[in-house]
């Protein structure tokens, strides 16, 4: 089964998200931070990265692209975590994550699932 | 006799309740009447033979206009300023706003002599209008912060919803234990309350978003036909829950718009679901759409059910109304969607309304949308 890295620096998101995958059989790896989000995206190369956008510090979008400058991360299909709902929102946000994959926090359990597997699929 | 109707005239002028003067090419004055004289502060001695600028006019206005270039363009294009209002100056150093309409004094040559002007104080609703406008802008000021703040809070207020919603649900569905009736029924009011409450959230924040000018429209072409068709598939298990029988006449010439696909697809869904919505068992509520004479599509979308009363029409459109009936009040809306549809359609360039003759008449709802051109 496919293996998860979620990086949140809020600490309910990453338990949330933990049970939903978990329960669907994924193998769910967590962080509270970048850097350490960082370590073990290169330590356990999970088949997806799902990353929140706004954490203090390093935030998503830098993490993103340490991730995507490194030989050892590079390959990692990451997708963005955000609490904004709408796509013209996502455009225009301050993370500026326009273009790239990403997932409302609004998202019900259900399609939540199905939108990772979709991911994980290639569609 | 003409003497004497000379006389008449002279009075007429010089009593006459308006500024009245005359002055050369030079902008030089040479008739001032009493009322003039009155009103400005100078005798006819101290002003004949002056410029006006410098005594009623003042070289540059209060906002920095400059009076003496348009004084200089008056005296020579007098046809450009027949009716022309500006700041005027009184002896006191006053300032005065005068309406003035002036003519030019036109040789046998065809050469300009002179202007006459008539003149009347319009200083009080000068300012007037002033305090309007300013008035009118601090309204506009701070409806702008209100929204940037609905903004903002929108988005501060989903992130601990988020962890309401999500978590209720998991535990709710029993993914993290089993649970007894009560408990599942119970934790079903806090995931369905804290979904409503995001709805809600997200609403207020396009409402404010649309009222801030913020609102961005992604246009993509697509079939109107085709979403229209798909909306009625996705509401068909809300209207066969409450036993309502959908129709629906979809013209075949109603085909590609230039618009926001997800903000046309949720008026459409918001006037489906207030149809079933305020409609008993047993009714129908059907969808229309033909292309108009103009380059435009007509949409509506219509219920046999509880209509609208005149005096609450104007609650249909307005923010947070909700009629009171016992069908609204077995169902908790935001009370935003139609207003938001609205402003969707008129972002587009269309129009929306309502048509209902009445209680239990049934409500159709209309709107428009331009065809792609060409």
New interface residues.
């Given amino acids: 089964m496919a293996k998860i890295l979620i990086v949140d620096d809020d600490l309910r998101i990453l338990k949330l998200y933990s049970e939903f995958l978990s329960n669907e059989g994924f193998e769910v790896l967590t962080a509270g931070e970048a850097g350490i989000g960082f370590e073990l995206a290169a330590s356990e190369s999970p088949d997806l990265i799902l990353l929140d956008v706004m954490m203090p510090g390093i935030d998503g979008t830098q993490l993103h692209e340490r991730l995507s400058k490194d030989p050892n991360t590079s390959g990692i299909r990451t997708v963005f975590l955000t609490s904004l709902v709408k796509e013209e929102e996502v455009a225009v946000s301050a993370g500026n994550i326009g273009g790239l994959d990403y997932i409302s926090k609004s998202t019900p359990k259900e399609e939540f699932v199905k939108r990772i597997n979709e991911i994980l699929s290639g569609k | 006799m003409t003497d004497n109707m000379e006389v008449q005239y002279r009075e007429l002028v010089e009593n006459a309740n308006s500024i009245i003067l005359r002055m050369d090419t030079k902008g030089n004055v040479t008739f001032f009447n009493k009322y003039a004289q009155d009103f400005f502060g100078y005798s006819q001695e101290e002003i004949l033979g002056k410029s006006v600028i410098g005594t009623i006019v003042a070289p540059t206005d209060s906002s920095g206009r400059n009076l003496k270039a348009m004084i200089d363009d008056i005296v020579i294009n007098p046809l450009s300023y027949v009716e022309n209002k500006n700041e005027n100056m009184l002896r006191s150093g006053e300032r005065v706003w005068i309406a003035w309409t002036n003519k030019g004094i036109i040789d046998q040559d065809g050469k300009v002599r002179g202007v006459f002007s008539i003149g009347n104080n319009i200083t009080k609703l000068k300012q007037a209008e002033e305090e309007i406008l300013k008035a009118k802008e601090a309204a506009v000021s701070a409806n702008k912060a209100k929204s940037t703040f609905l903004a903002n809070m929108s ?1 501060e207020l ?2 601990p ?3 309401i ?3 209720s ?2 535990v709710k ?1 029993e ?2 234990g089993e649970l007894n009736g009560k408990q599942k029924e119970y934790l079903g009011y806090v995931w369905e309350s804290g979904k409503h409450l ?1 709805s809600l959230i ?1 609403d207020i924040l396009d409402l404010s978003k649309v009222e801030a000018g913020k609102m ?1 429209l ?1 246009l993509v072409e697509f079939d109107l036909k085709k979403l229209l068709k798909k909306s009625l598939v996705f509401i068909s298990e809300k209207a066969i829950k409450q036993e309502i029988m959908l129709a629906s006449d979809i013209k075949e010439d109603v085909g590609v718009i230039a618009a926001d696909e ?1 903000k046309i697809k949720q008026v459409v869904f918001n006037l489906l679901s207030n149809a079933i919505k305020f409609t008993p068992k047993g009714g129908k509520v059907g969808i229309k759409a033909e292309k108009t004479g103009k380059n435009e599509v007509l949409v509506s979308v219509w219920d046999n059910g509880i209509g609208v009363e005149a005096k609450d029409s104007y609650k249909v459109f307005s923010e947070f109304e909700q009629i009171i009936s016992e069908y609204s009040r077995q169902y908790t809306g935001t009370g935003l969607g139609m207003p938001l549809s609205k402003k969707f359609i008129e972002l587009h360039g269309g129009r929306m309304w309502f048509e209902s003759e009445g209680k239990d008449k049934g409500t159709h709802f209309y709107f428009t949308l331009p065809l792609k051109a060409g």
Avoid: K, M, P, Y
């Fill in positions: 988005h989903r992130t919803l988020n962890a919603i999500g978590f649900e998991l569905d993914s993290v995001l997200n961005e992604e997800r």
